[in-house]
């Protein structure tokens, strides 16, 4: 770099093939080794604490191929990410930046266009930015008006980000649009019934979800969100044949018998709401608040001992 060449990341079939056969993995490299101040092994490192969700670590990897590598694409992207991850959005925005002042350099085109979409659009809303989201969004659309393969794919990331942002309202606009380019569109339906369920549009949700069960009968997220649209809705029955069907599937899976413990216990069917209470508990839910909740209604509905 001093005597002005420029360095890259160079990529062969795997990282360690550079090391010929002497080293099994990896790891066996960076143990016996220690790091490398080179781009290739720098990025190759970055993914591996990436795999082993180490954030902080990648980010400082993914730093030193961007000032090692002047274009090098996917670094900026995962750095973008994980600063945002970070609560960075401002450095985030300012890697985005870097890359549309150079996109020719970048090599900006249909494959990588969503990449950059998310983490441009995403540190916007982490800013609490929303008509900047939707500007980048827009402008992102706005490259390929004809691409009837790509834009679908840009309308979901959109819809993906939106939601994993708390920002539903936005999320049923991008949905609604791909679901004008393909209207029985599985995914784009559920995070229809999805989004209008977070929006407390129970009844609206409905209609969305039994279309993607219509097509898909064995679609988990579309009559698992259905079940909670119809019990939020107060239709127990329609909502207990959902979860029922739900059980013959995935028998271990927690919400299923949430859902059910709750439904027996608007009917004050005692038994059943602590069966499936118990059930429930032994399925391994993460959810702290969940458990303490049915471990209030357990001591609720179960006698004292004498």
């Known amino acids: 770099m001093r005597a002005g060449r420029e360095t890259a990341v160079k990529f062969s079939k795997t990282i360690e093939d550079a090391f010929g056969n002497k080293y099994r993995d990896w790891n066996q490299v960076m143990t016996e080794n220690g790091p490398f101040d080179e781009p290739s092994f720098c990025f190759a490192q970055g993914q591996v604490f990436i795999q082993a969700r180490l ?16 274009d090098h694409l996917p670094a900026r992207l995962w750095l973008a990410q994980l600063y945002i991850l970070a609560r960075k959005p401002d450095e985030a925005l300012r890697l985005v930046e870097e890359i549309h002042q150079k996109e020719t350099a970048f090599n900006i085109n249909r494959t990588n266009i969503t990449e950059l979409l998310f983490a441009e659009a995403s540190a916007h809303l982490a800013r609490k930015d929303t008509a900047a989201a939707e500007a980048a969004v ?12 790509l834009l679908p794919v840009l309308l979901g990331t959109a819809t993906q ?8 309202s936005n999320a049923l606009a991008t949905t609604e649009r791909q679901l004008k380019l393909a209207p029985d569109n599985p995914l784009a339906l559920v995070n229809k019934g999805f989004s209008f369920l977070q929006l407390n549009a129970c009844e609206q949700a409905i209609p969305p979800l ?8 064995t679609n988990y997220p579309a009559r698992l969100n259905r079940a909670i649209a119809y019990l939020r809705c107060g239709q127990l029955e329609a909502s207990q044949k959902d ?5 013959k599937s995935v028998p271990t899976a927690y919400p299923i018998y949430y859902g059910l413990q709750e439904i027996a216990y608007r009917k004050k069917d005692t038994n059943a709401t602590i069966h499936y209470c118990e059930l429930y508990l032994s399925n391994g839910p993460p959810n702290p608040e969940e458990i303490k909740f049915i471990n209030t209604r357990l001591a609720e509905l179960k006698p004292r001992p004498r």
């Open 55 to 70: 954030f902080r670590q990648a980010m400082l990897q993914f730093a030193r191929v961007k000032d090692l590598d002047h």
């Open 138 to 149: 827009a402008k992102a659309l706005a490259k390929f008006p004809e691409d009837k393969e």
């Open 161 to 168: 980000m939106y939601m994993n942002c708390g920002f539903y």
């Open 210 to 217: 039994t279309r993607v069960v219509e097509l898909q009968s």
């Open 243 to 247: 979860y029922e069907a739900l059980q």
